[in-house]
């Protein structure tokens, strides 16, 4: 299965497809998510933010969170998680896949060729840590320490394999203009 989506990827991969994914996801953090967080502080009549933007909490902060979104920002961002946060995770995905695709697709060794698929694993930890928040959400007062913890782990996850696929797409862009350069100095 992972060989066939990795090869779906290659296959659709092309500016073209870079554009569309771009224009995708730009509407996101520029619109909705900002608009989604603007609503969520308002309600609370705080900055406070979302959870799904920090890295490294502990379970006493996002119990103080959840409960100063007061309930209307609770069901703001619940909404928001089950809504808006369904969708951006495919779209950013499928961003970081196409990136990933055409910065690497003429790699010779093998293993190398599924490094596209990454983001994927971005994708599975974001859904789950929308879980969790949502369910943090909905069942306060009530609070969970295992859930908390849970949805903590999943935090640092996603951002530790997005500042991974960061660095990989960095690394890939510093090959792609020195191979660039090498091909402009032989052609002069």
């Known amino acids: 299965m992972l060989n066939n989506l990795s090869t779906l990827f290659?296959?659709?991969?092309s500016w073209k497809t870079l554009l569309l994914a771009i224009g995708l996801f730009v509407p996101f953090p520029a619109y909705f998510l900002k608009n989604l967080e603007a609503s969520i502080n308002a309600q609370a009549g705080q900055p406070i933010g979302?959870?799904?933007l920090l890295v490294g909490y502990n379970p006493t902060r996002i119990n103080q969170m959840v409960a100063e979104y007061g309930p209307t920002g609770r069901a703001i961002y619940t909404q928001g998680e089950l809504t808006i946060d369904v969708a951006f995770p495919f779209i950013y995905t499928f961003l970081f896949c196409i990136l990933l695709t055409l910065l690497f697709r003429h790699r010779t060794y093998t293993s190398f060729r599924l490094v596209n698929l990454l983001p994927v694993s971005?994708?599975?930890f974001d859904l789950l840590e929308n879980?969790?928040?949502?369910?943090?959400?909905?069942s306060y007062p009530a609070t969970s320490r295992v859930v908390t913890a849970f949805c903590s782990l999943l935090t640092n996850l996603k951002?530790?394999?997005?500042?991974?696929?960061?660095?990989?797409?960095?690394?890939g862009l510093v090959k792609l203009a020195m191979r660039s350069g090498h091909q402009k100095l032989e052609r002069n």
Do not use: E, Q
């Open 122 to 124: 971005i994708l599975v």
């Open 10 to 13: 290659y296959r659709i991969s």
């Open 159 to 171: 951002w530790t394999v997005t500042a991974i696929i960061l660095g990989l797409i960095v690394y």
């Open 131 to 138: 879980s969790c928040i949502v369910y943090l959400l909905n």
């Open 50 to 52: 979302p959870i799904d």
